[in-house]
């Protein structure tokens, strides 16, 4: 069964930094992209941030470019989100993104990015 357990949200201020956990398991991690979206209130799920499986290319929503960095570590089976220069627009429930057969997110994890 597919499993994927974030951590790293919490409340931090404007300009500020945090570090987004995705813990996999039932898949062969290593063998497929993944990605994160958010999801804030009112509006529907974002698409974030994506990587290829063996982690050489990475793609960004244009308003996290500069600010965002995903990696993955392969031998862990973690994804990773870091986020740097944090705005109060980006405050959201996290989700890391896997599709293996179908898509599979896990239960979140919140930011919130206030003063």
């Known amino acids: 069964e597919v499993q994927l357990v974030e951590s790293g949200g919490g409340l931090v201020q404007p300009g500020g930094s945090l570090r987004l956990s995705c813990a996999a398991s039932?898949?062969?991690?290593?063998?497929?992209?993944m990605a994160w979206v958010r999801q804030t209130p009112g509006k529907g799920l974002e698409w974030v941030s994506g990587i290829v499986s063996g982690g050489g290319m990475s793609t960004y929503e244009d308003s996290v470019k500069g600010r965002f960095t995903i990696s993955r570590d392969n031998a862990k089976n973690t994804l990773y989100l870091q986020m740097n220069s944090l705005k109060p627009e980006d405050t959201a429930v996290y989700y890391c993104n896997a599709y293996v057969y179908r898509n599979y997110w896990g239960q979140g994890t919140q930011v919130t990015v206030s003063s």
């Open positions: 039932g898949f062969t991690f290593w063998n497929y992209s």
